[in-house]
């Protein structure tokens, strides 16, 4: 009985330190800067570290134009914080003993994170921020890393732990139906601008060959394709709504545009404002906020 309890722990560890490695908590800060972008240009303005406190702040996403979701430690655990830069104010939306990962609003007042309790495990839950609750919609998948699909309620695409490794799935919430995609993926899933492809596809990381690429998956037909390599292994991305995509390397931000250029771009240095070392990035749907992290 302690074997298969032990191994269980394990198994889950290895989610969060060998595969996903979205709970290596070493400090990080998160900034939000103003940006004017147009094909392979872009202007930097208004750089500010929105994350106040030391220690791991993460997993930024946008649920609007000006507020974003990430994760933030306090009390040597991680809860879900959001950020209004309209009020430039902070609120703590959940206060639990497990830590919190991977925010992202779901319906109105509520947000799913992927959890992780004092006993090692891990799973998908569904938070009601008014009265501090939650729902674990399943429990037959550990999911690391997801994302919502625009057009099909309930759907969420997600990498969880098979065998070692991380596996891209669809899973239904209300009917907790799952269906295999690819496996041997990253953590980096997003909704590719529909003028970019036309029907709904989700792009995703690929880890097959020693050169990561990403992929997308076509949610009407659960066919996959190529689009391009990442730059030097960063599976971290984003899309802006013309179809370029934006990573990063080190202090500097690249562009990928297929039209213009088979090849990455660099965009900037964010050298100056005292980032080096960019992770995370997330824009919001006017594209003239972008959210960062800064990994110390």
Known sequence: MKGNILFKLLLNLIVLFNCTKFIAQSD???????????????????????????GYNNQPIFVSNDKILFTSERN?????VQYDSSENSLKYLTNTLTSEYSPIRYKKNKVTAVSLNEKGEQ??????????????????????YYNYSKKIRNLIISSVLENNQLVLYTSNLKTKEHTYIDNNTGRSIH?????????????????????????????????????????????????????SILTSYKNNLYIFNSKLSK??????????????NISRIAINPDNDKLALVNSK
């Not at 900034?31 to 208004?46: A, G, P, R, Y």
């Not at 799973?123 to 999911?143: A, E, G, Q």
């Not at 792009?203 to 997308?216: E, L, P, T």
């Open 28 to 54: 990080s800060e998160i900034f939000l800067l103003d940006i004017k972008f147009k094909q392979d240009k872009i202007e930097i303005s208004n750089v500010k570290k929105i994350s106040n406190n030391k």
């Open 76 to 80: 040597l655990q991680n809860d879900i």
């Open 123 to 144: 799973y998908l839950r569904i938070y009601n921020i008014k009265d501090n609750t939650f729902k674990i919609p399943f429990t037959d998948k550990i999911v690391g």
């Open 191 to 243: 909704n590719i601008p529909k003028n970019k492809f036309g029907e709904e596809k989700i792009s995703y990381i690929s880890k097959k060959d020693s050169i990561w690429n990403i992929n997308y998956v076509d949610l009407s037909s659960y066919n996959t394709k190529t689009i391009t390599t990442t730059l030097n292994n960063n599976e971290d991305i984003c899309w802006f709504k013309d179809g």
């Open 263 to 276: 090849d990455w771009k660099l965009l900037c240095s964010l050298e100056e404002y005292g980032i080096t």
